[in-house]
């Protein structure tokens, strides 16, 4: 099982990796597969049904947008963000939908996009059904999917003999666990991310990888402006005041407090992050790093060391990135990073993992810190549940990004004051991650019926669709 950066850090919308960028991949994937079959053409209906946790809190994280909008052949990367809302009411407002955008069927709410919010399929809580009918009735064809998380998609038949990602090929330098990295980079004197040079390699050429790191940078850093930018509520029926906009002008008001008081810089960590996770909550263009719901970690400590790292440079965000996805790796091969399978310690904590072990790789940390920077990072969230008030991403989520951005700028820098040894490895830390989940009751994984989502909201909340 081969996978690329590429897959780790992919250009999306909000807010939610597994609800939003998968749902839609997954009903893109089914219409061009009725359309390379032939049979687009016999199709007058399409019912689309969502289990597990995509039922249970699809509407707050933007599902049923999402399944339209990739009905209508539109991708995650690509689709055009502003235009999205006016475009699901025109389907809505019409009641027709225009599948792969050639070919109109008659659509309705209420019969043709089903969330069941108790029903769950079989392999994973993420589940989808999609469903062509002939006007007679008759079924052309149905498939399922799952969306195990950071956007990825699988089939029925991939997730039942866990091919979470059906690339075979052969890489310059594998790896499946942390003591395989490790192995490789002293038996080659290699850092961690020269092993992912290495291995991007199979894919593309170096400079087609140097080209997509910064576009991912780039996203990121606009990412970070749009949400500092922006004013107003969030949608969805919380009523979340943004807040990077303000903590930005309070900052630039009194920029002597960095003399007085040198912490000032975690305020603006703080800040980077929350623009980041309050973009995601509107709906906006988001890389996924690894998940939506954890997006704003990897872009705050990068934007850390660019901002205020001496020397920092591109060079440095190229290795950041390409060391977050090593780690990212392991724990997409080992374990998870859906919210929905394993709680948030599989969103928030792995992005904290990730960040770490960037940071300390362009802080100068050997092969070994930077591994032990990732497992501080993972054991200090083990057990941190998915428990979204109202089924949304912004409560506990975008706080919880700040504060795991903090988190991962200490794990690194705790690393590279130590040799390189430590007690837990992050193999292990990683399978104490995913037995955690295991254990962890489902109200406690991304279904908004256990935790901060039934004892915050007394009065029930009228969400809506965001």
Known sequence: MAISIFDLFKIGIGPSSSHTVGPMKAAQQFVEQLKSDGCLSQVARVKSEMFGSLGATGVGHGTPKAVLLGLEGEQPESVVVADISARVAGIREQGQINLAACHKVAYQDETDLILNRRKELPFHSNGMQFSAYAEDGSLIEERCFYSVGGGFVVGEDEAGNDAIIEDARELALPFSTGAELLDICQQKNLRISDVMWANEEAWRPASETR???????????????????????????????????????????????SLSDPLTVLDWVSLYALAV????????????????????????????????????????????????????????????????????????????SMAAAGLAEVLGATPEQVENAAEIAMEHNLGLTCDPIGGLVQVPCIERNAMASVKAIHAARMAIRGDGSHFVSLDKVIKTMRDT???????????????LAINVVEVPVNIVEC
């Open 211 to 257: 080209n997509y790191l910064h576009n991912i940078w780039r996203t990121m850093q606009e990412c970070i402006d749009n949400g500092i930018a922006a004013e107003g509520i969030l949608p969805g029926g919380l009523k979340v005041s943004r807040r990077a906009g303000q903590l930005y002008h309070q900052l630039l008001q009194r920029p002597e407090a």
């Open 277 to 352: 996770n309050e973009e995601n909550a509107a709906g906006g263009r988001i890389v996924t790093a690894p998940t939506n719901g954890a997006a704003g970690i990897v872009p705050a400590v990068l934007n850390y060391y660019r901002q205020f790292v001496p020397g920092a440079n591109d060079d440095g965000v190229e290795r950041f990135l390409l060391t977050a996805a090593a780690v990212g790796i392991l724990y997409k091969k080992n374990a998870s990073i859906s919210g929905a399978e394993v709680g948030c310690q599989g969103e928030v904590g792995s992005a904290c």
């Open 437 to 451: 989940g295991r254990d962890m009751q489902a109200k406690y994984k991304e279904t908004a019926r256990g935790g």
